[in-house]
Every structure is written in structure tokens, then in C-alpha cells.
């Protein structure tokens, strides 16, 4: 098994790992053929309703098609002719016909049948779709080799890998990507799902990734009893002291890894000595990877980064990308603090929800918490916070004295909440962060 | 309970959650003058809203500042009664 593959399908060639999703799973030793036309030299334009077609789809695609443009399941119908014009789509594949896009070819893959693969051509060019959230979106493009290249050789050949990512996104497609070319099972999960029921499924997984906010809301469901991974990976937002340790404490003996990786940048480092933020020594080290702080904003520039944006503006200046993620130096160590879209402005003064919700996360009985800015007619915004508590039947009022107390002692003033509302939960967007357009 | 009971009362608690001593809270204080910051005001702004289901700073048209606590009192009475 070759860990640099020509394709995809290279890469799980003698394979005997499964690929399960919700209702079915697909033993990949017996791999035919998942797609029946031949699709050699289109743009196409990958839109699943279910995760599992659209890793079959890829295994047939790549090396064949000239480009996959992979759609998450939230972008929204009013963009998909902005995206089909940009992206010179020739073919819509889909699990679900109800996806097609009027007068476009339509191929709808199948659970693999016994076939002979079509010959691989070319390098696919892939087309994964930015975070980002409002306006049409953005895409980027990626290769093979830029997407697998942090991708290691599996230790154990017992590893099965779960996700609470979408596999159609750049955190999930590493986690697919990692266990095709490692040749290791993954379950994959299912947005309609229940936490509960996807905790159940979760139960054989060895190694476990989601975001910060994925972790909370698993942590939350008394169903977590049922998973025991002894790998604990978080990424796509910032993972501060409180949730490490929450999950040093839920999983003592795993190892547990904090990643940075984001759709523009690729994959960049990964920590695991249990501590928020990142060694100051990683800028400026030699290595694949070149990080460099430009007015306290992370820049990255390696081999793994997209190359452009499609159809869009200029992605790399000079090679680098430019994160938009803010960092921090106290001490031997750089902390996140935030994004350079998301501040808000008191009178002037500037704030990183981040930040505040770093403090209130810290309090023993907090799950989780979103800062944002409240208009003011005084002060343009005041910070307001909603906060939710491991237990809701807690005497809100004590905690709330607490949390405020907490935050006074850490912040300044103007950072300090003005409200502070209890709240059951907190809604996440498709790909697992926090949303903070609510 | 009064509008002015309750603009008087989120005063208090706002100058205590933020440290602030009131210097007095008569209806001629300046407001400047009576301890707090603007920050202090945009809380209380924000809270009265929420209570009283009014911001008269962005409902008024006029380009109107209160300027002691007692137009501060009229300015939340007369919106709360419009």
C-alpha cells in the first residue's frame, strides 16, 4: 500500500477495511464499480445527500475526472449556478436525483457491483468549498498529494477511525483520506442523526475527531458512555484549556491532539501536550510547514495549502495564506484569539468572543458558551454572552454571580459580559462549529 | 412597579456590578458627573430596553441626549407611555 498514491483508488487497492455509514457499510476489499459511466476528462460536480456515495464516488473519480468540486449539504440552491458557472461543471453525481441541476448530465452512484475500474488519466483537480458564511461561497482548489500530505503511516492495523465531521468538508475528507490510504475502517456520520444514536454507532472507533464543539455536545449526552477511543483529536475551532481537560478527564487514558488545519491552508501542526494555543517555536521552525505571525495573524505557507481560489480572487501571496486566524504570544507560547472578521467593537475598543468565552468556559459547571456583540446606541455593541451548563437543573443565579466573577477578575471592564442568559443549547453550523450568525 | 423605580434600581446594580460609586442620583445629577461610564450606560441601556421593551435612544428621531437623571427618568417614562 503506497502512502504517497498515484489515486485514490490506488490507495485501497488489497484494502480489507469497511467504510460505514448510517445504513449501509461497504466492505472495500471487493471494490468494483460504483459509478457506470466512464466520466474521463469532466468537471463534475459531487452532490450526495449521503456521505457514503460520495466516498465511493470519489474512490471511482479520482484520477478520472479533470475536476471534483465536493458540495457540502448547506450550500444553498440560490448559489449552485454560481458555482456550476466558476467551476465549468459538465456532470452532476449524486446519490439522490432530487440533487440534479436541470438540463446538466445527472450519474447516480451505486453500492459497488463487480466491474472493472476505468483506467485513471489524469490529476484531479479537488474542489472543496470554504467555511465561510455568507455570500456564495468560496472554492478552492486542492491536489491528491497536497491533501494527504500530513498523512503519516498507520501504527496499528486495529485502528478504526470515527468522525462527527462531514466527510464533504476539509476536516472530514482527511479523516476519509487517512483511513483509505491507511487502509483502516471509518464510520462516517449522518447529519439527521441522533447524538445519541451516533455516540452508539461510535462504540467500536479507536480514533475519534471533531470540532471543539462537537466534543461538547458529545460530552453532553450521557450516550458518551458508550465510546471509549484511545485518540481524541479536535480541530476547526479553537480548543481552549476547558475542553482538554474535560476530555483528559472523560477519556484518562487517551491521547488527546489539538490540530490546525483549515480549508485554504491545509493541514498545519498538531499539538499534544494537553495544553491550549501552540509552542512559540513553531514560527519560524524549518520543516514543511512555515508559519509566520503578520500583525498578530497566523500565516501559513507549505505544500499542503490550496493553490487558488476558483473563479475568484488571488489565495497565496508569495506562496503564503494568510489564515485570518488572530494569535497571541504569552510567554514560551502562542494562544488563538479569535478571527479577523469576528471582533467586536465597545467605544472602540476591540474584542474576540474567543477570548471571553475561553474565561467563561473555564468555570467547572460551563459546557459551552457563545460571545457575541449586542448594538448599543452608547457604545456601537456591549458583549453579551449565552452560556450552557453541564446540568440544567443548577441554581442559575449562583452560577451566574460565579462565571461574571470569574470574568471581572480575568478581563477588563469592557470585555466583561453585560448579560449573561442561560440557554439549553447552542446551535452549530453543518460543519460543526459554533454558530455565531444565531 | 414605576419606570423611574426601575431605572433607579438598574442605576444601582449597574454602579455595583462595574465598582462605580454613585455620587447621587437626584433628579438634577449630570449623569457625566454621577459616577458611571459610557460603558456603564450602554448596560443600563441594553438591560432597561429588555425590561421596558423600549431603547428610546434609537426610537427617538430626534438627536436627543439626556442630559441630567431626571431627563434621563422623562426620557424612558415618555417613551414607555407613547
Known sequence: ?438 | MSVETIVRAEFETVAREQDRILTGLSDETVLLESGLDSLCFAIIVARLEDQLGVDPFTASEDVYFPVTMGDFIKFYSDATAA
Open chain 1, 1 to 438: 500500500m503506497p502512502l504517497r498514491p498515484e489515486t485514490l483508488r490506488a490507495a485501497v487497492a488489497g484494502s480489507r477495511a469497511n467504510l460505514s455509514g448510517r445504513h449501509e457499510t461497504v466492505n472495500l476489499s471487493d471494490l468494483g464499480r460504483a459509478l457506470d459511466a466512464d466520466l474521463s476528462g469532466a468537471n463534475v460536480l459531487l452532490r450526495t445527500s449521503d456521505q457514503l456515495f460520495a466516498a465511493l464516488a470519489l474512490i471511482e473519480l479520482d484520477g478520472v475526472a479533470a475536476r471534483i468540486v465536493i458540495c457540502p449539504p448547506d450550500v444553498k440552491l440560490e448559489h449552485l449556478s454560481s458555482v456550476v458557472e466558476r467551476a465549468a461543471i459538465a456532470v452532476v453525481v449524486s446519490d439522490d436525483p432530487a440533487l440534479a441541476v436541470v438540463g446538466m448530465r445527472f450519474e447516480q452512484p451505486h453500492l459497488p457491483k463487480p466491474g472493472t475500474p476505468v483506467a485513471p488519466s489524469q490529476k484531479t483537480e479537488w474542489v472543496l468549498f470554504t467555511s465561510g458564511t455568507t455570500g456564495a461561497p468560496k472554492m478552492v482548489a486542492h491536489t491528491l498529494e497536497g491533501l494527504t500530505g500530513a498523512i503519516q503511516p498507520a501504527n496499528a492495523s486495529d485502528i478504526v477511525w470515527g468522525t462527527f465531521y462531514d466527510i464533504r468538508r476539509y476536516g472530514g475528507l482527511q479523516i476519509l483520506l487517512r483511513a483509505l490510504l491507511g487502509q483502516v475502517s471509518l464510520i462516517l456520520s449522518d447529519a439527521h442523526e441522533d447524538v445519541a444514536d451516533f455516540l452508539a454507532r461510535l462504540a467500536p472507533v479507536t480514533h475519534l475527531t471533531g470540532t471543539p464543539s462537537h466534543w461538547r455536545r458529545a460530552l453532553m449526552s450521557p450516550a458518551n458512555a458508550k465510546i471509549n477511543p484511545r485518540y481524541v483529536r479536535l480541530s476547526g475551532e479553537i480548543a481552549d484549556q476547558a475542553i482538554l481537560d474535560s476530555l483528559k478527564a472523560r477519556f484518562p487514558d487517551a491521547a488527546i491532539g489539538h490540530a490546525y488545519a483549515s480549508t485554504e491552508a491545509g493541514v498545519g501542526f498538531e499539538v499534544t501536550d494537553g495544553l491550549e494555543g501552540f509552542p512559540a517555536d513553531f514560527i519560524g521552525r524549518p520543516g514543511a510547514v512555515e508559519m509566520k505571525v503578520v500583525d498578530g495573524t497566523l500565516h501559513i505557507r507549505s505544500p499542503r495549502t490550496a493553490s487558488e481560489y476558483v473563479g475568484g480572487a488571488a489565495l497565496l501571496h508569495d506562496g503564503w495564506v494568510d489564515t485570518t486566524d488572530m494569535v497571541e504570544q504569552r510567554g514560551d507560547r502562542f494562544h488563538f484569539v479569535g478571527r479577523t472578521g469576528g471582533i467586536i467593537n465597545v467605544g472602540g475598543l476591540k474584542i474576540n468572543p474567543e477570548e471571553v468565552e475561553a474565561v467563561i468556559n473555564r468555570h467547572p459547571g460551563v459546557r459551552m458558551s457563545r460571545v457575541s456583540g449586542r448594538k448599543s446606541p452608547i457604545t456601537g455593541a456591549i458583549v453579551i454572552a449565552d452560556v450552557v451548563l453541564n446540568d440544567a437543573a443548577n441554581d442559575n443565579a449562583t452560577f451566574k454571580d460565579a462565571i461574571l466573577a470569574a470574568c471581572r477578575e480575568k478581563l477588563p471592564a469592557f470585555k466583561v459580559p453585560a448579560m449573561l442568559r442561560f440557554v439549553a443549547a447552542l446551535e452549530l453550523t453543518a460543519g460543526g462549529k459554533l454558530s455565531r450568525h444565531a
